[in-house]
T-cell receptor, first 109, second 114 residues
Framework: DAKTTQPPSMDCAEGRAANLPCNHS???????VYWYRQIHSQGPQYIIH???NNETNEMASLIITEDRKSSTLILPHATLRDTAVYYC??????????FGTGTRLTVIP | NAGVTQTPKFRILKIGQSMTLQCTQD?????MYWYRQDPGMGLKLIYY???????DKGEVPNGYNVSRSTTEDFPLRLELAAPSQTSVYFC?????????????FGEGSRLTVL
C-alpha cells in the first residue's frame, strides 16, 4: 500500500488559508487521495477525496499534482475550530486506508 | 440519525479479563470497521465486515474477535485483556455505494488494561 509523508505540525493565523501538504510518491494509478481530520480525541471526520482532478466541497479544496505524487489540502479561511490533526491517506477503499500520524494544525487567534 | 454509537466510552480492565465493545449504526450501512489508536499514533484496522455474517481481519486482529449478526451491530470482543490493548477504539461504517473511503466514525471507546 502506498504511504504518505506529512509535516508533523503547522500553524495558521485565523482567517487565513491553511495549506497542508502531503507527499505520496508511490501512489498507484487506482488509488485515491483521502483527507480526514481528528479534532481533539473525537472520531476522525472525512473531509474530501480525489483521484486526478482538483476537488472542492464546502469544507476544503484538494489540489493534486499532475504526476499525482503530492497533494495539498486547502482550508480557505481557517477558524479556531479547524485546529485538529489532519490525515492524508491513499488507498483504493476503506479496507486499505493507512492512517499515519498526520499533521497537527494549530489555528492561532 | 444517531450515526455510529459506541459503548462504553470508558472502561478499565484488569489483565486477563474479557469484555465486549459495542458498536451500532442506524444508517443501514453495509460496511463496518474497528480501529484502534494508541497515544500519539494513527489508526490501525483490527477487523472489518462487508455485511451481516461476513467478517475479515485487518492489520492487527490478534487478541480480538468480532461478529456481525445484524446490519446494525458490530461488537468487538477482547479475550484475556493485556496491557498492550490499552488504546482508544473507534468503530466506523460506510454504505455499500458511494465513496469507498468515506467512513463515518463513532466517538470512540477508551480502554485501559491494568
Amino acid at each position: 500500500d502506498a504511504k504518505t509523508t506529512q509535516p508533523p505540525s503547522m500553524d495558521c493565523a485565523e482567517g487565513r488559508a491553511a495549506n497542508l501538504p502531503c507527499n505520496h510518491s508511490t501512489i498507484s494509478g487506482n488509488e485515491y487521495v483521502y483527507w480526514y481530520r481528528q479534532i481533539h480525541s473525537q472520531g476522525p471526520q472525512y473531509i474530501i477525496h480525489g483521484l486526478k482532478n482538483n476537488e472542492t466541497n464546502e469544507m476544503a479544496s484538494l489540489i493534486i499534482t499532475e504526476d499525482r505524487k503530492s497533494s495539498t489540502l486547502i482550508l480557505p479561511h481557517a477558524t479556531l475550530r479547524d485546529t485538529a490533526v489532519y490525515y492524508c491517506i491513499v488507498g483504493t477503499g476503506a479496507n486499505n486506508l493507512f492512517f499515519g500520524t498526520g499533521t497537527r494544525l494549530t489555528v492561532i487567534p | 440519525n444517531a450515526g455510529v454509537t459506541q459503548t462504553p466510552k470508558f472502561r478499565i480492565l484488569k489483565i486477563g479479563q474479557s469484555m465486549t465493545l459495542q458498536c451500532t449504526q442506524d444508517m443501514n450501512h453495509n460496511y463496518m470497521y474497528w480501529y484502534r489508536q494508541d497515544p500519539g499514533m494513527g489508526l490501525k484496522l483490527i477487523y472489518y465486515s462487508v455485511g451481516a455474517g461476513i467478517t475479515d481481519k485487518g492489520e492487527v486482529p490478534n487478541g480480538y474477535n468480532v461478529s456481525r449478526s445484524t446490519t446494525e451491530d458490530f461488537p468487538l470482543r477482547l479475550e484475556l485483556a493485556a496491557p498492550s490493548q490499552t488504546s482508544v477504539y473507534f468503530c466506523a461504517s460506510r454504505p455499500g455505494q458511494g465513496v469507498a473511503g468515506e467512513l463515518f466514525f463513532g466517538e470512540g471507546s477508551r480502554l485501559t488494561v491494568l
